[in-house]
């Protein structure tokens, strides 16, 4: 029997005295290696050392969980058995099963190697992606199995158990199955939660090592794939109209297992913060996934908790509940995106947790350099953590120093073999070769291994004295948002300009939280932007156009109409280039003040506000239901339908800027019904995720009573009137 290591102590990193079993490493310069042959070698070589460990959870008053590859192995068994009897689309092939989910990471990872240990290639599909864009992706890749996030044996009528995050799933499953053929999928299935395949985690027992599970893994046939032959398959973020399947073969899984072992950094035993990002994209997967394979890192994870029902309860990653975790664990390792690195930026606690890490890395698009400025002058070794799902990493994973005062720029991987091609202003497109080391995802799956010559379209600027790089933009117009996520405002721009009010739009956004678009009217309809009026009825006219471009393109690139920007050509003639298009870089530089402006102003609310009277009369707040009506009303509007008061606001399709926008309707709320200016923190909706949470908060701010937590909501509620009656008669 192997150790127990729930009863090693408390304080998981090295530095903290923690112990791990002695770690054997694998031997990764053998060309037939594939992440089945490494899960095979941890679970004989590895089997007591961690893969994950599991956040602390206060209110059970469990200790850590470490989940070791034994346990692993245990739970891909019961993927594989699930899985075992599914046949490829074509004689010859590797089955493909699709993941179309968020799914809490540790589950991820773990259907993922069990897709592939059961002989199956795994795809992961965004969730965010437009139900036009999965089927897509479904009918090009030839998946015809699918896992997704709701029990496909519900009918509709009888799913009313369903939480609010299951039913967003079979609506959008819904869509997809319209826009394919009748007989394309074989069979959905739900996603396995993380207590059918760690049954321990329900009562929060010990793992019992089970001595069996290498030779049951062992004994399962591997199928011998040739080096082209995917692995797995990702998607690009769609530089045209609907992303692409890009086939992941051997040699390509190889180049992104070798590429943390490629520089001076050492990631054995390094605890890495795997439930800070989304296990759906590529960033995720690797560093919470795949560097573990290769290098023996051990990922944080957090712990799934039990709904009201008995239920496994995925938890939302927010920057409330991520650094949380990280402290509780010990984390020495972290990633993020832009968008929530600045969210701790305004947090002096989590500030002090980021400066005990060794490396915060982050990705996926630019940091605010005010912002990363101030983390390094804190103490936080912030790193450039830079690649492509096509290329893989492009940045060294990671360097053996920190750049300080450098932050903005990385060394580039030693795996790579790169050109630079000059362009103007000092900058150069990067270019990135295949070598015997290294090779990029493709398209279509290749039939020999061909010399590729990969054009990133980024934009990169050299350090002036060092060997360092800079990434400064891309050659298309593609548009990086904060939160890692990117937008392709084509698509989205000609629906709205097929409106006949319009004459052209222009998105922006880079480096920001969310997009908006600047709105050139068409002759008839050019009106007095001074008129705010004129300007609200405008955008009223012209408001289905902006819908439908949101219901084409995914979530993060959603429109609001208090970043729509209307400009009068008249006054200020939009540039264009010979073929008479507008000129992206020259009109976001002539209106960068005012798009600056917009982002800056917190107060920021869509225009449908100003028409809705959130105040409170003093007498009103004596009854905590006329508070919550209106924070309820709030929330509704933002989300556009109702919410179940109980049910945490994330699992209802609130995402980072539905928070936003509600923090702002709280901070208008309270100001109306209070002669005090509130300082209402940035995360105010990750503290108090649902409709009773925030209404005790909000009646305590305007009663100027603390808000004891430790109750149950609808009893803080009451505890919170009879106080301000007993205490505060004057109100």
């Given at each position: ?526 009106l007095d932007i001074t008129n705010r009026t004129a300007v609200e009825e405008y955008i009223s006219q012209i408001w289905p156009s902006i819908v439908e471009a949101n219901n084409f393109g995914p979530s993060h690139s959603r429109l609001t109409r208090d970043l729509i920007m209307i400009i009068d050509p ?79 606001l994330f699992a209802q399709g609130c995402d980072s800027l539905h928070a936003r926008y509600i923090r702002c309707r709280i901070v208008q709320l309270i100001q109306k019904s209070s002669k005090n200016t509130p300082n209402v923190p940035q995360n105010i909706l990750y503290r108090y995720p649902t409709v ?40």
């Amino acid at each position: 029997m192997g150790p127990n290591l729930n009863s090693f102590p408390t304080g998981v990193n090295r530095e903290a005295g923690f112990k791990f079993p002695k770690f054997n490493t694998p031997v990764l310069d053998n060309p037939e290696v594939t992440p089945n042959e490494l899960v095979d070698f941890h679970v004989t070589h590895n089997s007591s050392y961690p893969f994950g460990i599991l956040a602390a959870s206060e209110k059970d008053g469990i200790a850590k969980d470490i989940i070791t590859w034994n346990e692993i192995g245990s739970a891909l068994l019961k993927v594989y058995q699930e899985l075992s009897s599914i046949s490829p689309a074509a004689p010859g092939t590797s089955p493909v099963v699709g993941l179309i989910a968020y799914g809490e990471p540790l589950v991820y990872f773990t259907v993922l190697l069990g897709i592939m240990k059961a002989g199956c290639v795994p795809f992961a599909i965004s969730p965010r992606n437009s139900p036009a864009a999965i089927a897509h992706l479904l009918k090009s890749s030839g998946c015809r199995n699918v896992y997704v996030e709701f029990d496909p044996r519900l009918l509709s009528h009888n799913a009313s158990n369903m939480s609010v995050s299951e039913k967003m799933s079979r609506d959008q499953m819904d869509e997809v199955l319209k826009l394919l053929p009748e007989s394309h999928l074989r069979e959905v299935m739900e996603l396995p939660s993380a207590h059918t395949l760690f049954p321990r985690l329900v009562t929060g027992s010990a793992y019992i090592f089970d001595s069996t599970v290498h030779e049951k893994l062992e004994s399962i046939p591997t199928p011998i794939k040739a080096a082209c032959e995917p692995v797995m398959i990702l998607h690009s973020s769609g530089s045209i109209a609907f992303p692409k399947t890009l086939y992941m073969g051997r040699s390509v899984i190889q180049s992104w297992l070798r590429a943390p072992l490629s520089n001076g950094f050492c990631w054995e035993g390094e605890l890495t913060a795997a439930m800070a990002l989304p296990a759906f994209q590529a960033m995720g997967f690797h560093v919470g996934s795949l560097i573990n394979l290769s290098t023996g890192s051990i990922s944080g994870f957090f712990r799934p908790d039990i709904g009201p029902d008995g239920r496994c309860k995925p938890k939302t990653p927010n920057s409330f509940n991520v650094i949380q975790a990280i402290a509780s664990l010990g984390c020495t390792i972290a990633s993020f995106s832009p968008m929530m690195l600045t969210e701790f930026a305004s947090d002096p606690s989590s500030i002090e947790t980021l400066r005990t890490l060794k490396r915060v890395g982050f990705g996926g698009g630019p940091l605010n350099t005010e912002i990363g400025n101030q983390l390094v002058k804190s103490g936080v070794n912030l790193c450039v953590v830079y690649g492509s799902t096509e290329v893989g990493p492009i940045s060294a994973l990671f360097s053996d120093r920190c750049l300080g005062a450098d932050w903005e720029y990385f060394e580039m991987s030693p795996q790579l073999t790169t050109r630079f091609i000059p362009h103007e202003n000092d900058l150069y497109e990067l270019v990135v070769l295949s070598s015997d080391v290294h090779r990029c995802s493709t398209t279509a799956i290749e039939p020999i291994m061909s010399l590729q010559t990969y054009h990133t379209n980024d934009f990169l600027a050299k350090h002036p004295t060092l060997p360092l790089y800079r990434v400064v933009g891309r050659l298309d117009d593609q548009i990086m948002l904060s939160n890692s996520e990117k937008t392709n405002p084509g698509p989205m721009e000609a629906i709205i300009t097929f409106n006949p009010a319009i004459k052209s739009a222009l998105m922006f956004g880079r480096g920001k939280p969310q997009n908006g678009v600047i709105i050139e009217p068409e002759e008839a309809s050019v009106l007095d932007i001074t008129n705010r009026t004129a300007v609200e009825e405008y955008i009223s006219q012209i408001w289905p156009s902006i819908v439908e471009a949101n219901n084409f393109g995914p979530s993060h690139s959603r429109l609001t109409r208090d970043l729509i920007m209307i400009i009068d050509p008249r006054v200020t003639p939009l540039p264009r280039t010979s073929k008479g298009q507008l000129s992206r870089p020259k009109v976001t530089e002539m209106f960068q003040a005012q798009i600056e402006a917009k982002y800056s102003n917190d107060q920021a609310l869509d225009s449908n506000s100003a028409f809705i009277d959130v105040s409170i009369n003093p007498q009103e707040i004596l009854i905590g239901k006329s508070v919550r009506n209106r924070v309820e009303r709030i929330i509704s509007m933002v989300l556009d339908g109702d919410v179940n008061p109980e049910e945490d606001l994330f699992a209802q399709g609130c995402d980072s800027l539905h928070a936003r926008y509600i923090r702002c309707r709280i901070v208008q709320l309270i100001q109306k019904s209070s002669k005090n200016t509130p300082n209402v923190p940035q995360n105010i909706l990750y503290r108090y995720p649902t409709v009773l949470m925030l209404t005790q908060w909000v009646l305590s701010i305007l009663s100027h009573i603390p808000l004891h937590v430790s109750q149950s909501e609808e009893e803080s509620c009451t505890r919170l009137i009879k106080m301000i009656m007993k205490y505060q008669p004057s109100i």
